[in-house]
């Protein structure tokens, strides 16, 4: 193990380490926690920092699967007693927990995201953690509008379209205030946008249900926004980089970097791919975007009112038909600039995989 002039300790060559950690034990500078490990993103993030020679501890509220070298800590991030275990002796922590952004459930989105991520500071400076890289998102920006090419510089929504996104700008400030250089505790905010990929959740399972339910024949507006989507394996490399960048004379420390597939896509060409990918028909008929945004809201706000007597959850919520119909994508020039990002794997090759991972979503299947 050598030392960098920072007295950090540093790693051996890459093509050193899978021999190294196939004898020995590992570097403490490569032993790493990852919050929401169990989740569509955190899992993709375990799997590549196993490939780069880290040992990962995971800690979420679920466990997911299980994985040779992987310790698991289950529990709530909002009780510090149990997350304590889970970062002793480690110099790296990721926050990807989460309440899923569909849940329209405002207490736990701040119990989770706000006072959760204050304890998960508090735990992380107790326990000694060096390095904070949280999975903030690009939506803090948004507030249901076009936004091209949005940069870092534009600021936090203020009026935000959901609570997912009023509580991820307050965990991302919480955490990005919390980068102390003088304290040897360095933060940085890695906010990805549409993230797609192999064992998503959210987005290919959702968009097949809606197309399942015979909703997906209308295209929301001219069917011209370009819209960011980010192939899961570029976000897990857009953090593994940050968090190797995170040093105290880094020009990363304390900031939000936007991390996408730099190639804006039409939103609607983007889900007729996946869909006529899995066998689907593609969307043909056009709807004005501010009509079907009526309607969106109108049926939300009866959702809301009638929650006591009858639950139902609309497919087209007004922060979808938004998404759906608005322009919204962000430079990754900073990233580019600080870290050395760029893409690992392009927008078709990632549509391609992502296609590929889901036999059981295929029409007919
Ligand atoms: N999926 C997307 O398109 C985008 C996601 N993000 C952010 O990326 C992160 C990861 O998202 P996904 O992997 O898509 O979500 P996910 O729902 O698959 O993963 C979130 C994980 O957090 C865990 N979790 C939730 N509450 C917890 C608690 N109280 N204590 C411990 N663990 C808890 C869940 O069990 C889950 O495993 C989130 O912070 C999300 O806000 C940001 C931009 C886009
Ligand atoms: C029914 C259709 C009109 C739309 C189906 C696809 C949507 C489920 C997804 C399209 C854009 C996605 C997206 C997110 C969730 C899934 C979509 C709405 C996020 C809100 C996830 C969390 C974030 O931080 C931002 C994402 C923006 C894009």
């Known amino acids: 193990q050598r030392e960098d002039e920072q007295g950090e300790k540093t790693a051996p060559p890459s093509h050193q380490l899978s021999f190294i950690g196939a004898r020995c034990c590992v570097q403490s500078n490569k032993r790493c926690t990852v919050i929401g490990g169990s989740g569509f993103l955190g899992r993709h993030l375990v799997e590549k920092l196993l490939e780069r020679g880290y040992s990962v501890s ?7 699967y299980e994985l040779p070298g ?21 110099s790296l922590v990721f926050h990807c927990a989460s309440p899923a952004p569909g849940s329209d459930n405002r207490e736990l989105f701040e119990r989770v995201n706000i006072l959760g991520t204050r304890t998960v500071i508090e735990a992380c400076v107790e326990a000694g953690v ?51 250089t003088e304290k040897n505790f360095l933060t940085v905010a890695i906010r990805p946008h549409g993230i797609f990929g192999p064992r998503d959740p959210q987005l290919v399972p959702i968009l097949v249900d809606t197309a399942r339910r015979g909703k997906m024949k209308f295209i929301i507006g001219d069917g011209t926004n370009l819209v960011d989507f980010t192939f899961v394996e570029n976000v897990v490399h857009g953090h593994i980089l940050a968090a190797e960048h995170l040093r105290p004379s880094s020009p990363i420390c304390g900031k939000p970097y936007h991390i996408t597939n730099d190639e804006p896509v039409r939103f609607w060409d983007f889900m007729s791919e996946v869909l006529m990918g899995l066998g689907y028909a593609a969307p043909r008929y056009h709807l004005p975007y501010t009509l079907v945004y009526g309607l969106a809201l109108l ?6 009112v009638l929650r006591p007597l009858v639950s139902f959850k609309p497919t087209f919520t007004p922060m979808r038909v938004a998404l759906a119909g608005t322009h919204h994508y962000y430079s990754c020039e900073r990233a580019k600039q600080d870290m050395g990002y760029k893409p690992v794997i392009g927008l078709k090759e990632g549509i391609t995989l992502t296609v590929q991972s889901y036999p059981h979503l295929r029409r007919g299947a």
Request: glycine share 4%; with cysteine.
């Open 58 to 64: 995971v800690f979420d509220i679920r466990q997911s």
């Open 130 to 180: 060096q390095k904070l890289v949280l999975t903030s998102s690009a939506s803090v920006v948004f507030e249901g509008t076009d936004i091209k090419n949005g940069r870092e510089d534009l600021p936090y929504a203020k009026k935000p379209i959901d609570y997912y996104t009023q509580t991820k700008i307050e965990q991302e400030k919480l955490v990005l205030a919390a980068c102390d």
């Open 70 to 90: 992987v310790t698991f800590y289950q529990g709530d991030l909002c009780d510090k007693r149990t997350l304590l275990p889970a970062l002793q002796d480690v």
């Open 299 to 304: 049926l939300w706000l009866l959702a809301l």
